[in-house]
């Protein structure tokens, strides 16, 4: 089975840290033969260079640009048209693919053909990936990952590998504050998508010490209150979970310290094991 990889560059990438991830595409057990790489807006010019010569090397690679940045959503929704493949895997340029995560997505797809979307656990990683500060590990199976839906994200949006025609039929990509990737996943759902996550760690992810603290602010707040109002909207989640979710994610993203919230992240949203 053949599959295109979808990634997204952008004014903060860091050439060692693409570097790498390309490094972790090129070394799977069944690698991508279309690797599409967005340049959303303005990169360093250094980058640029670096990216110009693995395309110029590497007959896989394939570089499409965009004048000004669209954020990350409408930069997948672009990439996206030019997947040469049905099944497209996800992976954000700062990350590190396991050796045999394709190969573990593919034989799923093998098994079950009315799968639509895979995902993935996270280990997460400060500076190098052998110092894991935090899992995020997810439901495995459809009945559980739609249940979990209604309250979290259910998927690790750099872990998973979809098939392009369901993604479409949800509507695509499309821009939503840092959440475009639930955005998408609820509007699969209510496209009847089939959901699988696979209950191992497949990539790792790269994060900073402030990472848990970034989110929140009066702008993460109406981006996830928002959505909740359209799972309300759409009879996903009742008024009364509706209700519920909005207040405890005003209480955490708005009142919150910035220190408190992040401990917080730390300890109900992530596993150190």
Not at 105 to 131: H, M, T, Y
Not at 164 to 187: F, H, T
Not at 206 to 234: Q, V
Request: include cysteine; proline fraction near 2%; hydrophobic fraction near 40%.
């Amino acid at each position: 089975m053949r599959f295109s990889v979808l990634m997204s560059v952008y004014k903060n990438s860091k050439v060692s840290e693409v570097k790498e991830c390309l490094e972790s595409l090129y070394n799977q057990t069944i690698p991508s033969d279309d690797i599409v790489i967005v340049l959303d807006g303005f990169i360093e010019q250094e980058l640029h260079d670096v990216l110009q010569a693995e395309a110029a090397e590497r007959a896989e690679i394939q570089l499409y640009s965009i004048e000004t940045n669209v954020g990350l959503g409408n930069a997948l929704k672009y990439g996206m048209e030019f997947c040469k493949h049905e099944l497209i895997a996800r992976m954000d340029t700062d990350d590190i693919a396991v050796f045999d995560r394709f190969e573990k997505q593919l034989r799923c797809f093998e098994q079950d053909e009315e799968l639509s979307i895979v995902g993935a656990d996270i280990a997460e990683f400060i500076g190098d990936k052998e110092n894991i500060v935090s899992y995020r590990r997810l439901p495995s199976e459809h009945e559980e990952i739609c249940k979990f839906l209604k309250k979290r994200c259910p998927f690790n949006h750099m872990t998973v590998m979809f098939k392009k025609s369901e993604v479409e039929k949800a509507g695509g990509y499309l821009e939503w504050y840092y959440n475009e990737d639930s955005y998408l996943w609820v509007r699969m759902f209510l496209a009847g998508s089939r959901f699988k996550n696979i209950p191992e760690v497949l990539v790792y992810a790269r994060i900073d010490r402030n990472t848990f603290r970034r989110r929140g602010g009066m702008k993460y707040y109406k981006s996830e209150r928002d959505l909740f109002k359209f799972m309300k909207n759409n009879k996903i989640i009742s008024g009364c979970a509706y209700f519920r979710a909005k207040f405890v994610r005003f209480l955490v993203y708005v009142l919150l310290p910035n220190g408190v919230r992040a401990w917080l992240f730390k300890r109900a949203a992530r596993k150190t094991k």
